[in-house]
């Protein structure tokens, strides 16, 4: 394998021995591909001057760099501008390791040739990079021999490699893709471990969904670096996108002047809904719970009950739904259902047959101490929240929203997610 630091700074020679320069940086082309080919090298001549050679007058770029031509008959190369710099744009940046699904810093990158082409194979981001650009590397590879431990190479493929260029729309927005596969947990600590530059360049014009996912799993800070740098009706999108519970906390540690700004632009039905939560204490029932739920009338059949469900825009705002609430025509709780046992059971059953008619419920003005405690005590995954007057369903408080007040939230956050 061939390594950036062995390239740059060597001197170039051209066909008859004679030296033509030093070699400052080496462009890829197709930065997006798999192993992106290199497609030029530039030079800083004796008078100071830039110029930058085609691969196809390349002979070698190691052991060390030779021209097949003379220098009175080189053709000097024209960047087209789409070409990736190594050690300008790459070398000492952040980039995202896709496989390792974190932020890591690049201490030298790896070439090979191959089929009669120079091809990046990866990037070196461990300690032995930096020890072979500063020249020490066989040092550091005698002394592990010596103490007879092995050296860990730290390399990441090229096809891993999300590499965040802001001044290069095209380039960004194939990073983006890349990055937006990762469960949004994933993507959440890699923003939380960005610069604020390259973190802003990833999440704007990122899909509205990803992104709302994402910031329900970020901390604090970052969500609100993240809105506050958006354009107002984007950031409106995004919380709109997100759980109404998630997206009114995100609102209350807003300023007000923000909050009502962006309160403004949301749809009506949607603001209503934060709106409501923003009324109750935050360390309430009421603060922490979600109005997205599985619902359905009682006296319905187990096949009118399921097709309720699927036809259900409230169902289908839910992500994961693991109970079904049954409510009378006042919408007032009168039991609840697994959802497995409402699949499971005979098509023309009756649901209140398969119902819980005494569910555990909490008011919205519980505290969350409280709310805890009944969910641990009783083994739930979600708590209902009633009117404490007319006993009409609210909402629910979720198990990992109640873990709140006994786990911090970025401990919370790194649990297996149920909801």
């Known amino acids: 394998m061939i390594y950036l630091s062995e390239i740059i700074g060597s001197q170039v020679w051209d066909a008859f021995g004679n030296n033509f320069g030093k070699c400052i940086d080496v462009l890829i082309a197709k930065a997006e591909a798999a192993f992106p080919p290199v497609s030029a090298i530039a030079i800083k001549v004796k008078d100071g001057n830039i110029v930058h050679i085609g691969v196809s007058q390349i002979s070698s770029l190691y052991p060390s760099i030779a021209l097949k031509v003379p220098d009175n008959n080189l053709k000097p190369y024209t960047p087209t501008g789409n070409e990736l710099q190594l050690k300008h744009q790459v070398l000492d940046h952040q980039i995202v ?82 990055i937006s596969k990762l469960p949004p947990a994933d993507i959440a600590l890699i923003l939380s471990d960005l610069d604020r530059t390259a973190g802003q360049s990833l999440m704007e014009n990122m899909d509205i969904e990803v992104l709302a996912d994402t910031l329900e799993e970020s901390p604090t800070k970052t969500q609100i670096d993240v809105l506050t ?97 049954v409510l009378d025509k006042e919408e007032r709780l009168e039991g609840v259902i697994y959802l497995r046992d409402l699949v499971m059971a005979k098509p023309e059953q009756l649901v209140e047959t398969l119902m819980e008619n005494k569910p555990v419920f909490v008011f919205p003005q519980t505290s969350q101490h409280e709310v805890a405690y009944l969910i641990a005590k009783y083994n739930l995954l979600s708590i209902p929240v009633v009117e404490e007057s007319t006993k009409k369903m609210m909402g629910i408080v979720t198990l990992d929203d109640a873990l709140d007040t006994v786990l911090p939230t970025a401990y919370k956050k790194r649990l297996p997610r149920f909801f």
């Open 229 to 325: 740098h958006l354009d107002s009706r984007h950031a409106a999108d995004i919380l709109e996108e997100m759980e109404p519970d998630e997206a009114a906390d995100l609102l209350a540690d807003m300023p007000k002047e923000t909050s009502h700004e962006l309160l403004q632009l949301m749809e009506k039905d949607e603001a209503e809904e934060i709106r409501s939560l923003l009324d109750f204490p935050p360390d309430s029932a009421g603060g922490i719970m979600t109005t997205d739920y599985g619902w359905i009338y009682e006296g319905l059949t187990v096949s009118q009950a399921i097709e309720f469900l699927r036809s259900s825009e409230d169902a289908q705002d839910v992500e994961d739904m693991y109970y079904i609430y």
């Open 97 to 178: 390791d896709i496989e390792g699904k974190r932020v890591v810093r690049v201490n030298d990158i790896q070439l090979a040739y191959s089929q009669n082409i120079y091809v990046v194979t990866g990037v070196d981001m461990g300690n032995l990079g930096l020890a072979r650009r500063l020249g020490l590397e066989k040092a550091v590879l005698a002394f592990f021999k010596l103490i007879n431990r092995p050296v860990t190479r730290s390399v990441i493929t090229w096809q891993d490699v999300a590499y965040l260029d802001e001044k290069n729309p095209l380039r960004l927005k194939k990073s983006k893709e890349k």
